[in-house]
């Protein structure tokens, strides 16, 4: 048979390690909630971020859009160009052939 001594070392032992094991809990739940309150932290960073990047993106978009009618206007623009310098150069073949021509009726 276990003598008192014993029981009460045994009983002794059991609570120390119960207080042991409650101060381990105690500070895994200290921990959990600093953890918890950082991830609150982060996630609201995280949804201030998004909407930032949301904001961006659209300027964004707005900015390559107008870029894209700013490309239109330049082919455009150049094309006619393009074609006013064809005419023009249509029309000085045709004024030097009318002015030899007409210089030669004169002659």
Partial sequence: ?????????????LI?????????RDCFN??????????????KELE?????????NEGLSKKIEAK????????????????ILETSQTLLHVLKREKMSLKSEQD
């Fill in 48 to 56: 201030r971020l998004n909407r930032e990047l949301d904001k961006v």
């Fill in 68 to 83: 894209s009618g700013f490309d239109k206007a330049i082919e455009e623009t150049e094309s006619a160009y393009k074609k």
């Fill in 30 to 43: 200290k921990q959990i909630e600093e953890i918890s309150n950082e991830k609150l932290e982060i996630e």
């Fill in 16 to 24: 120390l390690c119960i207080e042991e094991l409650k101060t381990n």
């Fill in 1 to 13: 048979m276990v003598s008192q001594a014993k029981k009460t070392d045994y009983t002794q032992n």
